[in-house]
């Protein structure tokens, strides 16, 4: 069974248009990650979810915005996609302190247009 | 920050031969070392991890072996199957709410 989910699979955007990617996971783990993974590049993290504490990695730009609203759910916004926002996302989890292990979802491929 | 180096980015071997990949980190402090294999279009999953009061793991054909004086951990797979042939990524980790890739291995076993 799927234990972190994520949808759509594909998604094609136009550039500048708003759009939201979307994970959940059925393991009730308390951390949650989003990753940006480029053709043949190393997944690079963009932001995670402790609960519901929200922590943005330095270099992550301001066009990617994220929310938890619960739980099992966690989105990931990008408010103008650019050329350069094309990519596969990555969201995965953790079950939380004293637990190493990342579960990773089968990712969102992006494509901007 | 950490800095994670991988090598190689290619590998092909025979089918039966063994593959061994490896990895390089700069900070000491970093303390788990997991790898993931990707398969196209699938996200990473979890093969096997070391953490850093161990020396070594062993998990069938799967080992990872860990040099903490030296910084560098790798990857042995023996007995290599076309199955195995896929993307592998290490990552190292200080705390466990940031994961540092390596840049992956693009792994090919020839029949």
């Known amino acids: 069974d799927a234990m972190v989910i994520q949808n ?6 136009q550039f500048g248009k708003p759009v939201t990617l979307s994970c959940s996971q059925t393991l009730n783990h308390n ?13 690079k993290l963009l932001f995670h979810y402790y609960d519901k504490d929200f922590n943005n990695e330095a270099d992550t730009p ?17 408010r103008s996609p650019g050329l350069g926002d094309a990519a596969m996302y990555l969201c995965a989890t953790r079950e939380g302190r004293g637990t190493d ?7 969102t491929r992006l494509t901007v247009l | 920050g950490e800095n994670v ?9 025979q089918e039966g031969d063994s ?23 699938k996200g990473p999953q979890l093969i096997i991890d070391i953490r850093s009061n161990v020396g070594e793991k062993k998990d069938q054909r799967i080992a990872v072996t860990l040099n903490k004086t030296a910084k560098h ?6 007995e290599t199957q076309p199955e195995d042939s896929a993307v592998y990524f290490c990552a190292a980790s200080k705390v466990r709410n940031q994961f540092y890739f390596g840049t992956g291995t693009s792994l090919t076993v020839i029949p």
């Not at chain 1, 951390?31 to 997944?43: H, I, R």
């Not at chain 1, 301001?62 to 990008?78: A, E, G």
């Not at chain 2, 490896?22 to 196209?40: G, I, R």
């Open chain 1, 8 to 13: 759509p699979r594909y998604q094609v955007t």
């Open chain 1, 31 to 43: 951390v949650m990650y989003w990753y940006q993974q480029k053709s043949s590049q190393a997944p």
């Open chain 1, 62 to 78: 301001d066009n990617f915005q994220s929310r938890r609203p619960n739980t099992s759910f966690c989105f990931l916004d990008i």
């Open chain 1, 101 to 107: 292990t990342q579960y990773f979802g089968p990712g």
């Open chain 2, 5 to 13: 180096e991988q090598h190689p980015s290619t590998l092909s071997v």
């Open chain 2, 19 to 41: 593959a061994v990949i490896k990895c390089t980190y700069s900070d000491s402090a970093s303390n788990y070392f997991p790898w993931y294999k990707q398969e196209l279009g």
């Open chain 2, 73 to 78: 951990f790798s990857l042995h797979i023996t």
